[in-house]
């Protein structure tokens, strides 16, 4: 009997991206701890103009659950795919009553990624660079041409 992920396989789904990009989560983890500050900080550098957004979470408690939520999406979007296209698609809709606009997606996984690496420092791989690589455009042109569908823009 195939388990999930080979099902996913034969169905055309690749998941040849999971074991580099759960290496390099793993290996920042270890060595960078929580992400959460510098993934934010990177953010409010690079789009100051979302800074306000996050207002109401003075103790960064939204930050870091928003960020353990994108990271688990990633994970299974590279693997079985089992809800992160749902899911991504739904907190596009969900996000429209922060005002957070969908180009802000792209740039936030793209910073995860640049965050991970730069934790992940010396045992960054060229396999991890492909698959995070390869996943960036991947979800780029799933929230294009995906979420202007649903967001309408
Ligand atoms: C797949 C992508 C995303 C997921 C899964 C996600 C998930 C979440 C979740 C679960 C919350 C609620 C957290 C809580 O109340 O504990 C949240 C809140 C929020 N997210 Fe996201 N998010 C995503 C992308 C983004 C992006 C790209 C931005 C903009 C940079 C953003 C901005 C916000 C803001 C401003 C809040 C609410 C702050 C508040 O309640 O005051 N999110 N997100």
């Known amino acids: 009997m195939p388990d999930g992920a080979a099902v996913a396989r034969a169905g055309g789904r690749t998941d040849r991206y999971a074991d ?4 390099s989560l793993e290996i920042a983890g270890e060595r ?4 959460t500050a510098r993934v934010y900080a990177v953010l409010f550098a690079r ?3 979302l800074y306000g957004l996050f207002s109401r979470d003075a103790d960064d408690a939204i930050k870091g659950e928003m960020l353990a939520k ?3 999406a ?10 992160a296209d749902y899911l991504i698609e739904a907190e596009a809709a969900n996000h429209e009553a922060y005002e957070v ?8 996984f793209r910073i995860v990624a640049d965050v991970v690496r730069e934790a ?8 991890m660079d492909a698959a995070w690589s390869e996943t960036l455009t991947d979800l780029d042109a799933y929230v294009e041409n995906r979420l202007c569908e649903v967001v309408g823009s």
């Open 101 to 108: 606009p969908r180009a802000a997606f792209a740039a936030f």
């Open 32 to 35: 960078g701890g929580d992400l």
């Open 74 to 83: 990633i994970v299974d979007f590279v693997g079985e795919r089992r809800y």
């Open 70 to 72: 994108v990271i688990e």
């Open 20 to 23: 580099a990009i759960e290496s």
């Open 47 to 49: 789009e100051p103009q």
């Open 120 to 127: 992940c420092g010396a045992d960054w791989t060229r396999a």
